[in-house]
């Protein structure tokens, strides 16, 4: 379903990687690892369409994403490093302007049970200002109870500032996607990117020569 063809990405007169390549099929997770500034996360961008790699090709279901366009970007949900968030919104109102980017419409009560799985229930009519971080994140992240119908997600380090409770349900929430045949690429430096037992595959990014 999603292919990576010989791609190159750099970023100033830097090479971040190139030549890479991969095949994921219905139920794959990918983990991304490597060390800081091997370019996880733009890996990451390009595949969502935010970032044109330097070179090669990323194919959705045999097409090309640079022809697919919306078609393909309708199909994902990324969820970047940064929570991109509004501080002066709510938990619900973050959510509902996430859903309504990636094309979803929950009604209210969808929404309540989503925050509610996060454990921010308590805090639906806050300011997103007045959370933790960990709870920041949970908003963020919210939105992965609502996207059953988009079949790739893009995750970069989503487990970053979560407690132990928040991050299994994190992986709950991949692993019953990737049951439903969906397709999950993630950042992360857990040793377990898994905690299901799944079987995943990993690539590792090392810096190439500037």
């Not at 997770?29 to 060390?35: P, Q």
Request: charged share 25%; glycine share 10%; aromatic share 4%.
């Amino acid at each position: 379903m999603l292919q990576a063809i010989d791609l190159e990405c750099s970023r100033g007169f830097r090479t971040l990687f190139s030549g890479l390549a991969f095949e994921l099929e219905a139920g794959d997770l990918l983990h991304v690892a490597g060390a800081n500034g091997s370019g996880k996360t733009s890996l990451l961008r390009v595949l969502c369409g935010l970032l044109a790699p330097t070179s090669g090709e990323i194919r959705w279901k045999g097409s090309a994403t640079g022809v697919l366009g919306e078609t393909y970007r309708r199909e994902l949900i990324y969820v970047g490093h940064a929570n991109g968030v509004k501080d002066e919104l709510t938990p619900a109102e973050n959510l509902r302007v996430a859903c309504t980017f990636s094309g979803i419409s929950p009604n209210e009560a969808t929404i309540d049970r989503a925050l509610d799985a996060f454990g921010l229930a308590r805090h639906g009519d806050a300011p997103v200002k007045t959370l933790s971080q960990g709870q920041r994140r949970r908003v963020a992240l919210a939105r992965l109870a609502l996207a059953d119908g988009h079949p790739l997600w893009l995750l970069d380090e989503p487990c970053n500032a979560l407690d132990e409770s928040a991050a299994t349900y994190v992986h709950q929430l991949m692993d019953a996607h990737l049951g439903r045949g969906g397709i999950v690429v993630m950042t992360s430096h857990e040793r377990d990117a898994s905690r299901s037992g799944r079987k995943i595959r990993t690539i590792e990014l090392r810096q190439t020569a500037a």
